[in-house]
């Protein structure tokens, strides 16, 4: 069966300095892979996504990358705030209606 | 926040009750989910549904049935609660035809099962 895993459960940068996560996964190769922000008590909520043919996709501060050959996704915050501070999900999609879930990295910045 | 909501927000209940969740959307969807969160699990599929009716088991199925009789209401039930079905239940919803769709989820239900 698909397995993803996220690098660490718990991640802590300074504050100004560039986070980086990663979601890696074994067999297939998703149909596109999408992250989310989960703060405490909250449902997720979606940031990036990005397309299996796509190597990158910015957004303000985010950057997504998604190499198919290690089968391997990185998540990065440029210039980390503490209000980035939350559990960080990747999600991926082998063509249906369905997302399957990483368990997530806890990212802390610290002032 | 796609106009989700979730009741309850909070139950506690006892093994072998019966427990009913609701999710309710205002905007017509046509997917919408159901999802158990654990620590150590992430988020995992327990049913969804793609219309009136209409619906399929996720990953996590065993114990859990659901009901779509109209499109706004999803209900998720644990006709026989045990304490491994403690948990935070999410419901999701995609606002497109469900392929490539990013998800928007409500804001949980915390179940404990004494």
């Known amino acids: 069966s698909q397995k993803i895993e996220q690098n660490s459960e718990a991640l802590n940068i300074q504050e100004g300095k560039t986070a980086t996560l990663t979601c890696n996964y074994t067999n297939y190769s998703p149909a596109y892979l999408q992250w989310y922000r989960q703060d405490p008590g909250r449902g997720p909520v979606f940031l990036l996504l990005i397309r299996e043919n796509e190597k990158e996709k910015r957004k303000e501060r985010l950057k997504v990358t998604f190499d198919t050959t290690l089968k391997q996704s990185l998540f990065h915050i440029t210039a980390s705030q503490p209000a980035d501070s939350a559990t960080y999900l990747c999600a991926l999609n082998f063509g249906n209606e369905k997302l399957t879930f990483g368990t997530g990295t806890r990212l802390t910045i610290i002032p | ?114």
């Open chain 2, 1 to 114: 926040d796609a106009g989700i909501t979730q009741s309850p927000r909070h139950k506690v209940t006892e093994t072998g009750t019966p427990v009913t969740l609701r999710c309710h959307q205002t905007e017509n969807h046509r997917y919408m989910y159901w999802y158990r969160q654990d620590p150590g699990h992430g988020l995992r599929l327990i049913h969804y549904s793609y219309g009136v009716k209409d619906t399929d088991k996720g990953e996590v199925s065993d114990g859990y049935s659901v009901s779509r009789s109209k499109t706004e209401d999803f209900l998720l039930t644990l006709e026989s609660a045990t304490s491994s079905q403690t948990s935070v239940y999410f419901c999701a919803i995609t606002t497109g035809q469900g392929l490539t769709d990013t998800q928007y989820f409500g804001p949980g239900t915390r179940l404990t099962v004494l």
